[in-house]
Nanobody, 126 residues
Framework: QLQLVESGGGLVQPGGSLRLSCAAS????????IGWFRQAPGKEREVVSC??????STKYVDSVKGRFTISKDNNIVYLQMNSLKPEDTGVYYC?????????????????????WGQGTQVTVSS
């Protein structure tokens, strides 16, 4: 069974922090490009961060640079989210792309990812 499971979402006030986790089972994430996506109500699911072991690089959408940090420890990928803003609200998904060893810059569309978690809700509100 190939599976990704997200956890760590919740309700947080603006300026607060959350750490999302994505646990993989059934395959080795060392050989995939891993992306974090979010989908706000009524909007398309879009990538917010990516990590690829091929070039030990991490990438972030401009709106989260300096606030979010993606990392990986074995088969768990984390997204540390600091200084959260209301516009960060949405369902967050982790996904794995078999386009590895492609760089993150080449894997930015949801259609390029093969495996998806069920999502975890992040709500930033006062």
């Amino acid at each position: 069974q190939l599976q990704l499971v997200e956890s760590g979402g919740g309700l947080v006030q603006p300026g607060g922090s959350l750490r999302l986790s994505c646990a993989a089972s059934g395959f080795n994430l060392d050989y995939y490009v891993i992306g974090w996506f979010r989908q706000a109500p009524g909007k398309e699911r879009e990538v917010v961060s990516c990590i690829s072991s091929s070039d030990i690089s991490t990438k972030y959408v401009d709106s989260v640079k300096g606030r979010f940090t993606i990392s990986k420890d074995n088969n768990i990928v984390y997204l540390q989210m600091n200084s959260l803003k209301p516009e960060d609200t949405g369902v967050y998904y982790c996904a794995a792309s078999s386009d590895y060893p492609a760089h993150c810059t080449a894997v930015r569309r949801k259609g390029q990812y093969d495996y998806w978690g069920q999502g975890t809700q992040v709500t930033v509100s006062s």
